[in-house]
């Protein structure tokens, strides 16, 4: 299940603060030059309006960006007066959560302790179906039930633009030594409680 970002059409220009300061003082001659460049390569994108915040830059567009628009930006970006190019990072969409859970990883390892966070991700590293995935948050792992000696794990993923990533993953198998894991989508991780209140 994904958890949908603020606002879907944005582009996110990692940046120093002093680059944002000096970008975001001149914000209306930016945003025409950048509709400038975009228009020269006949891209559909035009950029609307941009903002700072901790992360750099965001551009707000009118759909969402290709990579070779998001290229045009940044090499922008980096040669505009006074801007050290350095403290500029490669741009990216704004992405959303996607909640997963992994069925069929034993609790107990092999040597004899339940499995550890660090030993999820050691595992995650390692099976090629995750080769382009991004860890939202830490794995929460539980016993499937009391009895059980079967762990159920729940992962946060940021996906793509488009859902790609996620959709990837659903209902997909691997294996952990001997054992046959499952893939499912789900509802935000249990590990979180929540008031019940209001």
Same mark, same amino acid.
């Given at each position: 299940?994904?958890?949908?970002?603020?606002?879907?059409?944005?582009?996110?220009?990692?940046?120093?603060?002093?680059?944002?300061?000096?970008?975001?003082?001149?914000?209306?001659?930016?945003?025409?030059?950048?509709?400038?460049?975009?228009?020269?390569?006949?891209?559909?994108?035009?950029?609307?309006?941009?903002?700072?915040?901790?992360?750099?830059? #965001?551009?707000?567009? $009118?759909? *969402?960006?290709?990579? +070779?628009?998001?290229? !045009? &930006?940044?090499?922008?970006? %980096?040669?505009?007066?006074?801007?050290?190019?350095?403290?500029?990072?490669?741009?990216?969409?704004?992405?959303?959560?996607?909640?997963?859970?992994?069925?069929?990883?034993?609790?107990?390892?092999?040597?004899?302790?339940?499995?550890?966070?660090?030993?999820?991700?050691?595992?995650?590293?390692? #099976?090629?179906?995750? $080769?382009? *995935?991004?860890?939202? +948050?830490?794995?929460? !792992? &539980?016993?499937?039930?009391? %009895?059980?000696?079967?762990?159920?794990?729940?992962?946060?993923?940021?996906?793509?633009?488009?859902?790609?990533?996620?959709?990837?993953?659903?209902?997909?198998?691997?294996?952990?030594?001997?054992?046959?894991?499952?893939?499912?989508?789900?509802?935000?991780?249990?590990?979180?409680?929540?008031?019940?209140?209001?």
């Amino acid at each position: 299940m994904t958890a949908k970002g603020p606002f879907r059409k944005q582009i996110i220009i990692p940046m120093s603060q002093n680059n944002s300061n000096i970008i975001i003082t001149c914000a209306d001659k930016h945003i025409f030059n950048i509709n400038r460049l975009l228009k020269s390569i006949k891209s559909d994108v035009i950029a609307n309006f941009l903002h700072s915040d901790n992360r750099g830059i #965001i551009v707000t567009t $009118n759909q *969402i960006a290709s990579s +070779s628009d998001m290229s !045009i &930006i940044e090499k922008y970006i %980096k040669e505009s007066d006074n801007i050290n190019p350095n403290d500029v990072s490669s741009p990216h969409l704004l992405q959303s959560k996607f909640y997963l859970k992994i069925l069929g990883i034993p609790y107990i390892t092999n040597n004899g302790t339940p499995i550890s966070h660090n030993q999820v991700e050691e595992v995650i590293k390692r #099976i090629h179906l995750f $080769n382009d *995935i991004t860890l939202a +948050s830490c794995s929460c !792992i &539980i016993k499937a039930s009391p %009895k059980s000696d079967i762990a159920v794990i729940w992962i946060d993923i940021w996906n793509s633009q488009n859902g790609t990533k996620a959709i990837s993953l659903v209902n997909r198998c691997f294996n952990i030594g001997q054992h046959i894991t499952t893939i499912h989508s789900t509802n935000m991780n249990p590990g979180v409680p929540q008031c019940k209140n209001c």
